[in-house]
Every structure is written in structure tokens, then in C-alpha cells.
């Protein structure tokens, strides 16, 4: 029996297509020829900052046991067919990849998945390691796919989480999406912590915004739990098929402990610990910015308008907070924050004029001339103001953006096991007499 894995990527363009849903169809056709998977397919998740991502930089992997090198070599053929067939090679910016590997994952394979996800790679870069390690690789226009399509082979699975895709019927492609709001709630109570974003508020989060042929995607921590919540979701209009994934998503993977803020790379995804040394300052378009230090460097961190209400707890910062951010650097060399961990809060104080002991507050009795009571007229000759210590209104605790604005290799806080600590930075302007957000809008 062989077990051949199969790579894919790079197969849509914005205007549509998606390589999950040409990997269904190829699935659907190796399962009709007869051939079975090991598994479930998997959706590995690569670098966010890619610069030739389309969208989510997601690339397929499935493997299929066939019992002759003659199956073995069908098998290759419907692959490379569907994806000739399907993908959106009239896009310039489609070039897709496909990857045959027979052997057992190396520790060079698991290593250049992790770098995929982590850091930038070239295109000479895979076609180098499967040279080494006897994969085939197919490229189509430019081949650059096949980064993702090696990568997704190799890349280890410690931990994962599922995703299940329905698809649309080509006639409703670019139309929008029938799927009962009420249902995706409902379905969203009912399966509890086992399932996570399907909805923010009002936003439906399951529903893509592109054209491509994704209907819905619900994710969860199993297969089981994702059947169920199918028959939960309501949709007016006809599903032509769905698939269960196994994913990287929500794990987190592409998080790297920085030791220090100096090692940090562009385009890299980390953890880093430091210490607020500016800000937070508010930018045109409601971003939110502060400086993030330790003893070898500075780095600016940044919540984006899409962050919505997770930016008052940014604002909520001071200098000397102690704190790990979780996120990605972009281009700019900004870190993009997905999530905080608030370890120690600074001591926020006003200073003021001392309280005399007959129980009024003192004046000024000049520059460098202390304090005179004006009730009971007594003197203090030191000028110093004494501090009060003021509440802060946000806690110690884990801090991360909602689902709307959530990466897909971002763990959730409850996939943590962690809830975020209530605080009066996330209430909703509505209830909130001083707004912090708005206020600082409205300046600008
Ligand atoms: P979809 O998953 O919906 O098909 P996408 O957003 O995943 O679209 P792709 O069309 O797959 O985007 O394009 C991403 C391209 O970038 C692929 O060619 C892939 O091989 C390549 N790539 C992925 N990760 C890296 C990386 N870390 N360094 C360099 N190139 C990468």
C-alpha cells in the first residue's frame, strides 16, 4: 500500500475560486475512481504577511492510499487535471503549485512548514528541498505554489481544530450569500465553546465576503460538533457539497517567542514581552498606536479600526505597563496586535497640593514657596505635591480582538482556556459616560 500526499496551492484569484474547493472536487473524483484518504484533507494556514497571498494563505493537503505505482500514478493525473481544469490560471497572479511525496515527513519537511508560517520564503527554497527529500513538484505559469503546496505537506499538527466548508452552486457565485442570521445564532448557543466566531455581534461570521465558492465555514474543535451545527444553519439557496477540514487555525502556530524586541524580523509572527514606553496615540481612521520597549529596542504597536472595541483597551495603556503582545510585523514594521497579555498595570496618579490639617486643601504660596492654607492660614515649606493614586479601568489579564477582526491562526482565548477579565474599557459607549475612543475621534 503507498500513501501518497498531495500538496496544493495557489489555485484562485480575487475575482474567485478557492484551492479548498478545488481540492473537494478532486477528492470527489478520487473517491469515485474508487481510491480513499487517510484522514481528514487539511487546511494549513501560512504566513499572514505573505505579499502573494490572495487571502487567508491557505494551502490543501490530503493523502491518498493507493495499492499499485500504476494507482499511484492515476491518482497523480486527476490531481494535476482538476487543478489545470479549475484553478484561475488566466490571473496574473495565479500560479499554481501541486507537490507528490511517498516518504515519511522529515525534520527538514516539519522545519520548512514552520518557516512558511512563520517567515518569507522563495520559490527555490522548496523546489531545493524536494529535490532532497525526492518529492515531485509541479508548477504551473510561475510555480509558485508550490511553496505552499510543500509546506502544507509537511507542516506538524500538535494541536488543530476543524473547519466544515459548504459550497455554492456555480449559478450563485458573486451573489449574496441566503444564509437565517437567527439559525447561525441559535447554532452558535447550542454548540457553546465547541465551535468559535460564527458571529460577532451582528456580523455573521461564517459568511465570506469574496466571490469565491464558499457558501459558509463553521469551525470547531471536531468533526462531530461541525455535522451537528450544519443541521443547525439555515440557508436559502442549494449547497452543491461541504467538506471537513483538519486546520492549523486558532492554534497559534504561527507565533514565535521573540526573546528580545531587536531580533524581530518583518513580516514575522511573535510574542514579545516589554514595557509601554509612549502612547497610546490615536491616527486618522481610528487606529491606535504606543511603543512597545525592552533593553534592546523599541517597536510600534498597532490596533487597527477593524479592532473595533478591543482598541479602548489599548487606550486604556500607560506608559510603564508591563505586557506580551501576540501578532505579526507588516510591512511597515508595525506589529500588528492580535491579542495581549496585561501583566502588570503602571501606578496612574495626579499629583496635587497637600490637604492641610485643618482639612483644607493648600495654595501655592508661590513658586518654590510651599503651601499656605488659605482657611487656617498655616504654612508648609517643602513644594512638594503629594500623589493620589487613581483607579485604572482596565485589569491585569488577557486582552484579545474580536471575532471580526481575528487572523485565521489566531487562538482564541477560550481555545486558551482563558477568559478575558471584565473591564470598563470594553462596556459599550453607550453605557459608558466618558467614552475614551470617541473622545479622541472627535479631536482629531
Ligand atoms: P486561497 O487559499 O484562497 O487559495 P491564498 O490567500 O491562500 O488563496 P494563494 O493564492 O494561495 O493565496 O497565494 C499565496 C502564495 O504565496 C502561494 O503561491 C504560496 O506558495 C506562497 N506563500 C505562502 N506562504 C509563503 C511564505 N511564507 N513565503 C513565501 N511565499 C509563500
Redesign the pocket.
Known amino acids: 500500500m503507498y500513501r501518497l500526499h498531495v500538496g496544493i496551492?495557489?489555485?484562485?484569484?480575487p475575482e474567485g475560486?478557492?484551492?479548498?474547493y478545488i481540492s473537494c472536487v478532486i477528492i470527489q473524483e478520487l473517491k469515485s475512481c474508487g481510491f480513499s484518504l487517510e484522514d481528514h484533507p487539511r487546511l494549513i494556514r501560512?504566513?499572514p504577511f505573505?505579499?502573494?497571498?490572495?487571502?487567508?494563505?491557505?494551502?490543501?493537503t490530503f493523502t491518498v492510499l493507493a495499492e499499485s505505482r500504476e494507482d499511484l500514478n492515476t491518482v497523480k493525473g486527476i490531481v494535476l487535471e482538476g487543478v489545470e481544469e479549475l484553478a484561475e490560471l488566466d490571473s496574473e497572479?495565479?500560479?499554481?503549485?501541486v507537490v507528490f511525496y511517498t516518504g515519511e515527513i522529515t525534520e527538514e519537511m516539519r522545519e520548512f512548514a514552520l518557516?512558511?508560517?512563520?517567515?518569507?520564503?522563495?520559490?527555490e527554497d522548496?523546489r531545493r528541498l524536494a529535490e532532497r527529500v525526492g518529492a515531485e513538484v509541479h508548477g504551473f505559469k510561475k510555480g509558485?505554489?508550490?511553496?505552499?503546496?510543500l509546506?502544507a505537506i509537511g507542516c506538524p499538527l500538535d494541536d488543530s481544530t476543524y473547519e466544515l466548508l459548504t459550497y455554492r452552486v456555480p449559478e450563485n457565485y458573486g451573489k449574496p450569500r441566503r444564509i437565517d442570521p437567527e439559525s447561525v445564532a441559535r447554532m452558535d448557543d447550542e454548540t457553546g465553546s465547541e465551535t468559535f466566531d460564527n458571529i460577532d455581534g451582528d456580523y455573521i461570521a461564517i459568511e465570506p465576503h469574496t466571490p469565491?465558492p464558499i457558501l459558509y465555514g463553521i469551525r470547531g474543535e471536531s468533526p462531530e460538533v461541525l455535522l451537528r451545527a450544519m443541521e443547525m444553519v439555515r440557508v436559502d439557496e442549494e449547497v452543491e457539497r461541504y467538506c471537513i477540514f483538519e486546520t492549523n487555525q486558532h492554534t497559534d502556530q504561527h507565533i514565535q517567542d521573540a526573546g528580545r524586541i531587536a531580533d524581530m524580523e518583518t513580516?514575522g509572527c511573535y510574542r514579545v514581552r516589554g514595557e509601554v514606553i509612549d502612547g497610546p496615540r490615536v491616527i486618522e481612521g481610528g487606529h491606535v498606536f504606543f511603543t512597545l520597549g525592552d533593553d534592546s529596542g523599541q517597536i510600534e504597536c498597532g490596533a487597527y479600526e477593524p479592532t473595533k472595541d478591543f482598541r479602548k483597551i489599548i487606550l486604556e495603556l500607560i506608559p510603564g505597563d508591563v505586557l506580551t503582545v501576540y501578532g505579526g510585523i507588516g510591512a511597515q514594521g508595525t506589529m500588528n496586535i492580535e491579542k495581549i497579555h496585561l501583566e502588570r498595570l503602571a501606578e496612574l496618579y495626579v499629583e496635587e497640593n497637600p490637604i492641610c490639617t485643618c482639612g483644607k486643601r493648600m495654595k501655592s504660596a508661590g513658586r518654590n514657596k510651599g503651601f499656605k492654607c488659605p482657611s487656617c492660614g498655616r504654612r508648609l515649606r517643602s513644594s512638594r505635591k503629594v500623589r493620589r493614586a487613581l483607579e485604572r479601568s482596565v485589569g491585569e489579564g488577557y486582552y484579545e480582538v474580536p471575532t471580526c477582526a481575528r487572523r485565521h491562526l489566531s487562538k482564541q482565548l477560550v481555545r486558551m482556556g482563558i477568559s478575558s477579565p471584565p473591564s470598563e474599557a470594553t462596556e459599550s459607549s453607550s453605557t459608558r459616560q466618558s467614552d475614551p475612543l470617541n473622545k479622541k475621534w472627535e479631536d482629531l
Open positions: 496551492d495557489d489555485t484562485d484569484s475560486m478557492c484551492t479548498t501560512l504566513n505573505a505579499p502573494h497571498k490572495t487571502r487567508g494563505n491557505g494551502a490543501v497572479r495565479t500560479n499554481p503549485g518557516s512558511a508560517i512563520r517567515r518569507i520564503l522563495r520559490i522548496a509558485r505554489g508550490i511553496i505552499g503546496a509546506a469565491c513580516f
